[in-house]
């Protein structure tokens, strides 16, 4: 299989195309770099340093050939979003659109699409299913949702296959603490460094906390799936990539100093602007559609990334 990775570079992205690899597929990546690390692109994958919103999109995509478009390049940061919401709306509204346009014209069987469990704001029910209303609270949130609707408006006429992939709270190894609006690397990073870590507001506000082997697994497996993903409907192409777990922030915190070793104190703060109290994914869908499921528990993936910081502090 050939697929082509944007924002291969980066956290999610390098972890699903080492994963891709090791399976057999051809892959390339597409990666500005800008949050991004050459350390983490594979030698095997073909990789090309350009922006989405750039003019060589097209060419590059073309050239590649890919089967399978992975979208993961992005602005991730809600603060930024805040701060500056027309370079998110650029990036993450009309880079899709680049993307899937692109995708159209090189022959592209199917896109994944990075969304976010920001499409849903402050939840009105728990859990949230593909179905739930939509409010997003921040920019960032409005930018993935509209982006959704991008991929439907462009893919959809030309007969190419596309999901919307909302991912839960993302943590693992090779996380940026900043920027990516990851509390766990935030905290793990701290801890590593002897920083003292801060929880915003009371720290019983819940998430849903994945852990990134379980992401890339989805990934892979709704690359592969042989029948199609984005379903008649309007919540058709929308799959939530989540455990099901909700686990507080203060519960995460002392998961993490167990699994770091850490001996020092964790301080409180005031809460912060579009943090919402409550946010807990149902998986369901994408276990009925193509099997999966999360596998690793909330502490095993707090071992791991914490041996990963540790190593990396």
């Known amino acids: 299989m050939r697929v082509l990775v944007t924002g291969g570079a980066g956290f999610i992205g390098s972890s699903l195309v080492y994963a891709l690899l090791s399976g057999g ?13 050459v350390d983490n692109i594979h030698p095997a994958a073909a990789f ?4 989405i919103t750039g003019p060589e999109l097209g060419a590059v995509i073309r050239d590649a050939q890919p089967e399978v478009i992975v979208h993961f390049a992005a602005q991730v940061s809600v ?14 509204v009309e880079g899709t659109r680049a993307v899937a346009e692109a995708a159209v014209a090189a022959g592209s069987r199917r896109v994944l699409f990075a969304s976010s469990a920001a499409v849903y704001g402050e939840p009105q029910e728990i859990p949230l299913t593909e179905g739930s ?14 982006a959704e609707g991008v991929l439907s408006d462009v893919l959809r006429p030309a007969g190419v296959d596309f999901a919307c992939l909302r991912f839960a709270n993302v943590y ?3 996380q940026r603490a900043h920027g990516e609006g990851g509390v766990v690397a935030e905290f793990a990073s701290r801890m590593a460094t002897g920083v003292t870590p801060v929880i915003f507001g009371t720290g019983r506000q819940t998430r849903d906390f994945i852990y990134v082997a ?11 799936f ?3 993903l984005a379903l008649p409907g ?10 099901g777990r909700a686990t507080s922030v203060n519960m995460l915190a002392e998961g993490l100093r167990f699994a770091m070793r850490y001996a020092g104190e964790i301080v409180h703060a005031e809460a912060r602007d579009g943090d919402v109290e409550a946010s807990l994914l149902a998986p369901d869908k994408a276990a009925a559609a193509f099997g999966w499921r999360a596998g690793v528990d909330l502490q095993g993936g707090l071992a791991s990334t914490a041996a990963w910081f540790t190593r990396n502090a």
């Open 25 to 37: 597929s051809q892959v390339s990546i597409i990666d500005n770099l800008s949050t991004g690390s």
């Open 79 to 92: 603060a930024a979003s805040i701060d500056d919401p027309a370079h998110d709306w650029n990036v993450n």
């Open 172 to 174: 693992g190894p090779r």
């Open 214 to 224: 379980d992401i890339v697994n989805a990934c892979v497996m709704a690359a592969e």
């Open 133 to 146: 209303p939509t409010a997003p609270a921040v920019p960032y949130g409005h930018s993935k949702l509209a």
């Open 48 to 51: 090309r340093c350009i922006d």
């Open 234 to 243: 309007a919540h058709g192409p929308a799959y939530n990539i989540s455990t």
């Open 226 to 228: 042989e029948g199609t």
